[in-house]
């Protein structure tokens, strides 16, 4: 299967423990989606440093696919919106992830994201 160049955007928020197999599952949902590229937006209070530490090996596993990943802090949600309004014509899927700890906080943003993005939801690991 060709793979495309149109990322998919994911939206998550996890432990650090959980880093590296929500980075696993994503590049997995990335292949079986037929796409090359992920934009992960990723809501934490944990540094940049921080979540590529714990994601390093599982980002290195599948170092043939491309990863954009913003870290957000939990105030930041609104600005984090508008990055992904700039580039929803570009974008081939959404995937939402989290873990039962952060479950709220993905809660209290679904209902920000507008409806033509929400019809774009490939998976939603928070149901």
Same mark, same amino acid.
């Given at each position: 299967m060709q793979l495309e160049n149109k990322p998919?955007?994911?939206? +998550?928020?996890?432990?650090?423990?959980?880093?590296? #197999?929500?980075?696993? $599952?994503?590049f997995k949902d990335c292949r079986l989606n037929g796409s090359k590229k992920l934009i992960i937006n990723f809501i934490? +209070?944990?540094?940049?440093p921080e979540f590529i530490q #714990?994601?390093?090996? $599982?980002?290195?596993?599948?170092?043939?696919?491309?990863?954009y990943i913003y870290i957000w802090k939990p105030e930041e949600v609104d600005q984090m919106m508008k990055k992904i309004l700039e #580039?929803?014509?570009?974008?081939?899927?959404?995937?939402i992830y989290c873990d039962n700890n952060n479950?709220?906080?993905?809660?209290?943003i679904l209902p920000k994201v507008p409806n033509s993005i929400k019809a774009n939801i490939i998976k939603d690991y928070c149901k």
């Open positions: 998919i955007v994911v939206i +998550s928020s996890t432990n650090a423990e959980e880093i590296p #197999n929500f980075i696993r $599952a994503m934490s +209070s944990i540094s940049y #714990n994601a390093r090996e $599982a980002l290195l596993d599948n170092i043939d696919l491309g990863a #580039n929803r014509q570009d974008m081939k899927g959404i995937i479950k709220h906080m993905i809660e209290k």
